[in-house]
C-alpha cells in the first residue's frame, strides 16, 4: 500500500530534478504567479464590491442603485 | 442619462482587451499543438520508429514553453472582472460560476495527472499509457475552453437565465439551455478549430525554417506532412464552423452583422462584400454611401445570414431607425420600453423599501414586461446601439481573408511534401515561415470582430459596458493598464527568447 504514494513522489521528484528547459520555465511560472497575486491583485485589483461592502445584501443594493442611476439621476 | 467618465468606460475596456489578446496568443496553440503531439506520438507507438519519438519530444517541448508562459494570464482577467467590472461581475456571478468553477477543477486535476506523466513519464510508463496521457491533455485542454466560451456565448446571447430584481443578480433556470446555446455551440466549434490552424501554421512555421536553414530536414518534412493533414481538415472545419457562426450572428445580433458587413441599408438578396474601402464619415440615417470602393458578389449574404438567398437582411439603419415593412422595431422604441423597465425597477425598490408589498409585486410584474429592452433604457441616443463599423468590418475581412488563404497554404504543403519536391520551392518556404503569424492574425482579428462588434453590450440588449464598468478613477486604470503592457511585454520577450533557443537546438535537446 505504502509503495503506490512512494512511487508517485519519487516520480514527481525525478521528474522536477531532472528537467532542462522546465527549470527555467518553473522560474517564470513562479515569478509571474508572484507579481500577480502578491502584487496586482494584492495591491492593484481589490475586488471592488467585497472591499467596499460586508455582506451581499449591502453588495445587491449597491449594484441595484447603480442599474436605476438613470431614474434617480433624473428624478 | 447615465454619468460615467467615458474615458474611464474606454481605458478599462482597452485593459481587458489587451489582456484578452494576449491571453489568446497561447491558448490556441495550446488547444492545437496539443493534438499535434498526440498524433505524432501514436504514429510513433504504432511504427515504433525512434524518429518520431523524437518528433513528438520536440513538439512537446515547445507545447510545454507555450503552456507555462501562457498559463495564468487568464487568471488577471478575473481580476479585472471584480476590480473594473464589478458590476457586471456581481450580476452574472450566479451565471459564471458554474461554468467558470467546473474548468477550474477539470484544469486542475488533468495538469496534476495526465499532464506530469507526458512531461515526466517518458520511460517511466508504458508507451500506451504516455501516449494515453498525451491524448488526454489534448482532449481535456481542449474540453476546458468549453466553460468560457459557454460564459463568453451567454454574453452574446443571455439564455437560460431570469433576473433577479432582489438581489440585482441573473440567476440560472436552464443549466442545460445555457451550456449548448446556439452562439456558445458555434463558438466553441470555430474557436477550438481556428486552433488547430494556429497550431498547425506554427508548425508550418518552424519546419520551414528548418528547411531554409537546411537542418533537421527530414524531422521537418515529418512533421510538415501531419500538420499539414491536420491543418487543412481543421482550416475546412473552420469555414463550416464559421458559416454557422455567422448565421447564429445573423439571427441573434443582427447589428453585429450589418456592421461586419458595413451594411447601412437593408435589402433582400443582399450581397456579400468580397472587399472594400468603408466610408468613415458616414453615420446612420445620411445619405452617403457606405463604401468608397466595394467588391461584392450578390444575394450571398442574404443566404449566409438566413440561408435563403431573397431574403431580407436588415442594415443598420433599419435596426437602429426600425423598419415597418419588414417588423424592425427600431431602437428609439425600444429605449423607451427599456426606461420604462428602469423606471418600474426603480418602482420596485422604493416599494421594497417602503416594505409595500403588493406595491413591489405590481411593480415587479410592469418590468417583466420590458425586461428584455432594459440595456436599452440606458442608451442616450439611438445611434449608440451602432458598433465602431469600420473595425469590425476591417477585422471580420481580414479573418476572412486569411481563414480561405489556409486551406490553400496547407494543400500546397501536403501535395509538395508528398511528392518529395518540397525543398524544391523556394517560393513556398518563405510562405510557409510566415504562416504561423498569419494564423496569430486571423485569431486576434476573429476576437476583434466577436468583442467590437457587439458594442455597445457587455450583455447583449440588457447592458451596456458604460454600466458595467466600475465608478473607479480613470488614473487608476491607466496606471494598472501601464503595469500589464510592461510585465506582459517582458512575458513575451521571455517566451519568444527561450522558444526560440529551444527551435535553435533542435530535436536533440528538451
Redesign the interface.
Known sequence: MIEIPAKVFS??R???T?M???K???K??FI??L??FAV??LF???????TNFET?KQ???Y??E?????????? | ???VDPSLVNWSRAQFAFTAMYHWIFVPLTLGLSFLCAFYETIYLKTGNEEWKKITRFWM?LF??NF??G??TG??LE??F??NW??Y???VGDIFGAPLAIEGIFAFFMEASFF?VM???WN?VSKGFHCFSTWMVAIGSNLSAVWILVANGWMQNPVGMAFN?????FEMENFAEVVFNPVAVSKFTHTSSSGFVMASAFVLTVSCWYLIKGRHIQMAKKSIVVASVFGLVASIFVAFTGDEAAYEVAQKQPMKLAAMEGLYTGERGAGLVAMGIVNSAKNPGDVQDAFLFEVKIPAVLSLLANREMGSFVPGIDDLVFGNQEENIMGVNTMMDMG?LA??D??AF?EAKKNRNEPAAAAALGRFKVNEKYMGY??LDTPEEAVPPVSTVFYSFHLMAILGSMFPVIFGAFLFFTLKGTVTEQRWLLPVGLFTGLLGLLAQQAGWVTAEVGRQPWAIQGLMPVK?AT?N?SVTAVQ??FA?FAV?FTL?LI?EIS?MLK?IAIGPE??
Not at chain 1, 492593484?44 to 467585497?50: E, G, I, S
Not at chain 2, 430584481?165 to 443578480?169: G, L, N, S
Open positions: 516520480f514527481y525525478d521528474g522536477f531532472q532542462t528547459v522546465g527555467t520555465l518553473w517564470i511560472i509571474k504567479l507579481i500577480m496586482l491583485k492593484f485589483f481589490p475586488n471592488y464590491l467585497k451581499d453588495r445587491g443594493d449594484v441595484l447603480q442599474l436605476i442611476r438613470p431614474v434617480t439621476n433624473t428624478n | 442619462m447615465i454619468d517541448t510545454g514553453i507555462a508562459i498559463v495564468a487568471i488577471i481580476f479585472e471584480g476590480t464589478s458590476n461581475s456581481w450580476m506530469a512531461f515526466f513519464g517511466r430584481a432582489d438581489t440585482a443578480r426606461k428602469l423606471t425597477l426603480y425598490k433604457g440606458y454600466v466600475t473607479l496606471i494598472t503595469m510585465v512575458l521571455a527561450i529551444q535537446g528538451h
